[in-house]
């Protein structure tokens, strides 16, 4: 836990108000957020148990998925989306698909939180509307961003922490990336999550339209339509995401080679692997790993903030 103060005042969570099947790393408080990492335990098969949270809660897979119940309603979490928890709501994990899965967390003081919610408009209801959330490349990089400030050094400052947190919040609420006015049926739905499933547990293989469609009951076209409307992206677009956002999390140890994870998450060559790399996150893979990950991801969040800024209101430094 970082030296970072919390004031008295402030409603804090319990430090370890967590159920079996979870492994927490708690990595700093402030008086407004909590951070940390957090690593499934238990196998593919089992299911955690249920636990709530005493305040709102986001959180971000970085290897593996698993199935969310809560609330009568499960979705498929992965590294293309956000679980989004609201406080008191129980919930739990089951059906674990590909590595063990492991991934962080950001809970938000819930009166920042609902403010948030409500935006410009005061009579909007605050909170979560669904349990499963779009997650863009500028709130992945703001997140993974968060993190590596975080553990830079032993105490970050409070208020860089803070400012970065809400940017984050605020992303979740706003995000850039929009799915269709008209979300597929449950039964459609439950087939869109086979075949997320399907790809992330082959995520290497060169799969085939055909294949995951007859794996999944519906027609190819089908499957095509359904599975833009419920993502915002088509079949090859969640693929290469997923296995970008995989290479986020391993390129950051420098024993790890570039060329082999290049191959080994389904590339033809370590080129066409940097290509797709870059063109997601703006950067090369060799360039953000090692001691400069920290600030190559800022680098890069600012990049993504003067480009989403309307005109004429840029850095005014």
Not at 21 to 46: H, K, M, N, Q
Not at 70 to 77: F, L, T
Not at 294 to 303: T, Y
Request: aromatic letters at 6%; glycine letters at 6%; hydrophobic letters at 40%.
């Amino acid at each position: 836990m970082s030296s970072l103060e919390v004031s008295p005042s402030v409603p804090t969570p319990p430090a370890h108000a967590y159920a079996v099947g979870v492994a927490i790393d708690p990595l700093v408080a402030t008086e407004i957020f909590r951070v940390g990492r957090w690593r499934c335990v238990v196998g593919p098969s089992e299911s955690t148990a249920v636990q709530s949270q005493r305040w709102p809660m986001m959180s971000f897979t970085h290897v593996g998925a698993f199935v969310v119940h809560s609330a009568g309603r499960s979705a498929v979490i992965d590294p293309t989306c956000t679980l989004l928890i609201n406080p008191g709501a129980p919930y739990r994990m089951s059906r674990h698909f590909g590595e063990r899965s492991h991934g962080a967390y950001i809970l938000v003081r819930p009166d920042v939180f609902a403010e948030v919610g409500r935006g410009e408009s005061a009579a909007a209801a605050p909170g979560f509307s669904e349990i499963e959330g779009p997650s863009s490349t500028r709130s992945y990089l703001l997140h993974r961003s968060l993190l590596e400030r975080i553990t830079a050094e032993p105490a970050p400052d409070a208020l860089e922490v803070d400012e970065m947190a809400m940017d984050l919040v605020e992303a979740a609420f706003r995000p850039a990336r929009r799915r269709s006015d008209a979300p597929p049926r449950r039964r459609q739905r439950a087939r869109v999550d086979r075949a997320r499933a399907l790809i992330l547990e082959n995520l290497s293989a060169p799969l085939k339209l055909d294949d995951v469609a007859r794996a999944v009951g519906l027609s190819p076209f089908h499957l095509c339509r359904v599975f833009r409307r419920s993502t915002g992206r088509t079949l090859h677009q969640y693929r290469t995401a997923l296995r970008l956002r995989v290479a986020l999390e391993r390129i950051a140890d420098p024993r790890v080679d570039l060329a082999g994870l290049s191959l080994e998450l389904g590339y033809s060559s370590h080129s066409h692997f940097t290509a797709a790399f870059r063109k997601e996150f703006g950067v090369s893979p060799s360039k953000i790993r090692g001691t400069r990950k920290a600030d190559e991801l800022r680098r890069l969040v600012r990049e993504w903030n003067a480009a989403a800024a309307p005109p004429g209101l840029g850095d005014s430094n």
